[in-house]
RNA sequence: UCGGGGAUCGUCUAACGGUAGGACUCGAGAUUCUGGUUCUCGCUAUCUAGGUUCGAAUCCUAGUCCCCGAGCCA
């Protein structure tokens, strides 16, 4: 596959406030120079726009480091919530962004003993303790933001009685809820995650990997900074709503000989125009068949994002331009779209199909006659190839390039106009045929033989030029012309009326099933892109067919014609 | 009523006491067998009010607004 080269995908000096300081900790020696990051995605869900920031963000910055790497790591602490499906759907967004982890995979789940081990350790310190509170009793001790928590009757058990309970806990010998281990910090902190934060639960719940081996399970505070520490990563990079969680992240890592000691870092996450983020609002618009699954073309999931025709380098890209900073953001859409159009213009091949066709037929090219082209692939760059092309007597054009009475600064078909068919031929329009009903069925042309191939035989002035199928040789196939999944910028502005679904673009998705194919788009698999020239950019869908190919409209090319018309 | 974070063109993001720059968008033009691409030019910003300084987006003071935080979720 090529890829757009020159600007941009890495040799820029993109904006990058955990670069800057990462590098700074290169040069200084710090870690002995090497920098290690981790990925570390909770396997229930999948993967989107946002976590492809995040992506990128650790593995550059690991590749900051000659030693550096970044790890894929799975938070598997909530057997509840979490499932397998989700564990290879991730490796495989993560591996088609572009990205290695070589053979540093890992699984919280597979520290489960060794963080056992750690936590007893912090109880003979007398650093944590077991509570026997219920849920209720300790959420009501544990205060709000105006007043301080109070200790829990149960803070002062001895070592020796903290050590039996946990060692029951795990052993299975009470019920959920009846006991949680808790870290004994100060329940006075200002910062409420500092009131003895909760480190284990009992949950008598299959693990997905682990199985029935465990009915304790560690809580994400405890769990994520002691497993950056187990693996040796040195800077640990989140978002901003974990930032409250990092002295926690401090207090636990420091408790023992790490080396290196990791540092937990924050970035503003991604917000992107027209869509929403969260895991949990993409999952409803799933289960309540909005979209028709997460690999919906409209979704930003990568899944869907890959089968509406991303590319990866253009994800990166977009991902390196907008930079990372601490500051809540919504980014422009359009920037995404740039960063694609300009890699799928780099490498897409053009070709032509015509998606509402309308009959225009050669007067003076008789039935049985094949004028035989060769069409580059490539406006400008040899090495694409071509392929051939027949102009026959009897031809599909776009209905949206056929006037009848012309506006002004339109350079298109017209009774009585010349355009140009694309690689093809110049034709004039002589007459209109309609139906019954008055729409136009047939368009009747004659074309200039001399201009064969599709260029001006004495330099005259042809300002249109129009994408064509031949008749004969088209193929039939469906095309989805997918929009913007919402029609507001921000669906979820408290502003709006009601539920953010309501919000959904009912054009979001447009079915055309008698588009012609040129001959060559017959033949692609699935995930070949293409541009059909003066439509947009379009890849083969998974749905597709030998018989029944299917194209999915990956982007528009930018319409400066439709700006003009739409003002009239 | 608490704690933490953050405010720079329409959008994202630089400038770290010394010419407010880049990308996207938008506008004008050139080129063009895609009303695409490419090229040229242009418009648009330091949250507010004081202060320090020869000089402030940057330092100080006081405000304002936004985001996050009280799961046995991550």
Request: aromatic residues 10%; glycine residues 8%; negative net charge.
């Amino acid at each position: 596959m090529r890829e757009a080269k020159g600007k941009g995908d890495g040799q820029e000096n993109a904006p990058n406030f955990i670069h800057d300081l990462v590098r700074e900790d290169v040069r200084t020696g710090k870690h002995g120079g090497v920098v290690v990051t981790r990925f570390p995605p909770e396997p229930n869900g999948y993967l989107h726009i946002g976590h492809a920031k995040s992506i990128c963000l650790n593995f550059t910055t690991a590749a900051l480091s000659d030693q550096g790497r970044c790890h894929l790591r799975f938070d598997d602490t909530n057997p509840e919530a979490e499932d397998v499906e989700y564990v290879e759907s991730i490796r495989q967004d993560v591996r088609w962004l572009g990205f290695d982890w070589g053979s540093h995979e890992y699984f919280a789940s597979d520290y489960f003993e060794r963080l056992y081990q750690c936590a007893v350790d912090l109880i003979r310190r007398g650093l944590a303790y077991v509570d026997s509170q219920s849920l209720a009793e300790i959420r009501e001790r544990r205060g709000d933001f105006y007043r301080p928590g109070v200790n829990s009757p149960f803070r002062d058990r001895s070592v020796e009685e903290n050590l039996d309970l946990f060692a029951r806990m795990r052993a299975g010998e009470f019920d959920e809820g009846a006991h949680v281990l808790r870290a004994k910090i100060d329940m006075a902190s200002k910062d409420v995650n500092l009131r003895d934060p909760l480190m284990y639960r009992i949950r008598k719940v299959t693990h997905h990997r682990t199985g029935d081996d465990w009915c304790i399970y560690p809580m994400y505070d405890y769990a994520h900074p002691m497993s950056d520490a187990f693996e040796g990563v040195t800077h640990s990079i989140c978002t901003l709503e974990f930032a409250h969680h990092n002295p926690l992240y401090q207090w636990f890592v420091s408790h023992f000989e790490f080396d290196p000691v990791p540092r937990q870092y924050e970035f503003a996450r991604l917000n992107l125009t027209y869509t929403v983020m969260s895991k949990r609002l993409l999952k409803r618009l799933v289960e309540e068949g909005h979209v028709g699954g997460w690999d919906d073309p409209r979704m930003p999931t990568i899944a869907g994002m890959r089968r509406r025709g991303y590319t990866p380098s253009a994800i990166r890209r977009f991902a390196e331009r907008i930079g990372v900073s601490r500051r809540d953001s919504l980014v422009d859409v359009g920037l995404l779209e740039h960063a694609l159009r300009e890699d799928l213009n780099a490498t897409s091949p053009r070709t032509m199909a015509v998606l509402r066709p309308l009959k225009l037929v050669i007067e003076n090219l008789p039935e049985e006659e094949e004028i035989e082209l060769v069409a580059p692939y490539s406006p400008d760059d040899p090495s694409f190839g071509s392929r051939r092309l027949y102009l026959t007597r009897e031809l599909f054009i776009e209905q949206e390039d056929f006037m009848e009475e012309p506006m002004k600064k339109w350079f298109r078909l017209a009774p009585g106009r010349e355009v140009r068919l694309r690689y093809g031929a110049l034709v004039t329009c002589n007459e209109v045929i309609k139906d019954g009903s008055g729409s136009i069925v047939e368009l009747r042309c004659t074309w200039d033989p001399e201009s064969k191939g599709g260029n001006a035989p004495d330099g005259r002035k042809v300002r249109g030029t129009i994408h064509w199928v031949s008749a004969k040789h088209a193929v039939d196939a469906e095309v989805r012309l997918y929009d913007r999944l919402f029609n507001e910028e921000n669906p979820l502005d408290e502003s709006h009326e009601g539920d953010f679904t309501r919000r959904i673009n009912p054009a979001s998705l447009e079915i055309v099933r008698g588009a012609k194919l040129e001959p060559s788009l017959a033949g692609r698999g699935p995930g070949e892109r293409v541009q059909l020239e003066r439509l947009g950019y379009f890849v083969v869908d998974p749905d597709s067919t030998p018989d029944r190919p299917v194209y999915n409209r990956t982007i528009q090319l930018k319409d400066s014609w439709a700006k003009l018309a739409g003002k009239g």
